[in-house]
């Protein structure tokens, strides 16, 4: 299929103005001049570094999950390991350590599931989303001094009925588990 995201009808920046500079948020505003030549005075973006999230699956087939508290929802969710792209890393590299960091498993077989952008309006990153196969327990959990991550095997029909509940909030989460059980119909 032809490549339809490019670049025509871009916005030429007449300026910009940085709000906020902190590691976990970066929050600018860009006066914009439209193709037909209107301004927009006022366009708010965030800034942030690349994301990854891993749909692995051991090698005797159950996925690897986690649960942890996300204060901006003020809930605690199943959801998939995931992270940031750390700078000077791939989008693979940084998969395979977010993995092993977050919970002890490694290794199997890796493919770059898909890319989505977490919000092409007001965000600057994409999520790069990835499939190992065959992965298998190698460390303990090597965590942030923040993250509090609960690690759960679980049959991958029970993800599925997660999903068809409306249990995986994450939508850059949700988006690659639906695409993994379309392609494989279960």
């Known amino acids: 299929m032809e490549n339809t995201v490019n670049e025509d009808r871009k916005w030429k920046i007449l300026s910009s103005e940085y709000l906020v500079r902190r590691p976990w948020l970066t929050a600018r505003r860009d006066v914009a001049e439209l193709p037909d030549g209107r301004v927009n005075e006022e366009y ?13 699956l051991t090698e005797d087939g159950e996925m690897v999950l986690e649960r942890q508290y996300r204060h ?12 940031v792209i ?11 350590r977010e993995l092993l960091e977050e919970t002890g498993y490694a ?21 790069h ?8 327990k190698v460390a303990g959990q090597h965590l942030d001094a923040t993250e509090d991550i609960e690690v759960f095997l679980k049959r991958p029909e029970f993800v599925r009925d997660l999903l068809v509940d409306n249990q995986i909030l994450q939508a850059l989460m949700a988006a690659p588990l639906w695409k993994y059980f379309y392609e494989r119909m279960l």
Do not use: H
């Open 44 to 56: 708010y973006v965030l800034e942030y570094p690349d994301w990854v999230n891993v749909i692995a």
């Open 86 to 96: 750390e700078e000077g890393e791939t989008p693979l590299e940084a998969a395979q």
């Open 107 to 127: 290794g199997g077989e890796w493919s770059e599931w898909m890319v989505l952008s977490p919000n092409p309006a007001t965000s600057t990153n994409l999520a």
């Open 72 to 83: 901006a929802l003020g809930k605690t969710c199943f959801e998939l390991p995931c992270g």
């Open 129 to 136: 989303s990835f499939l190992a196969t065959g992965v298998r």
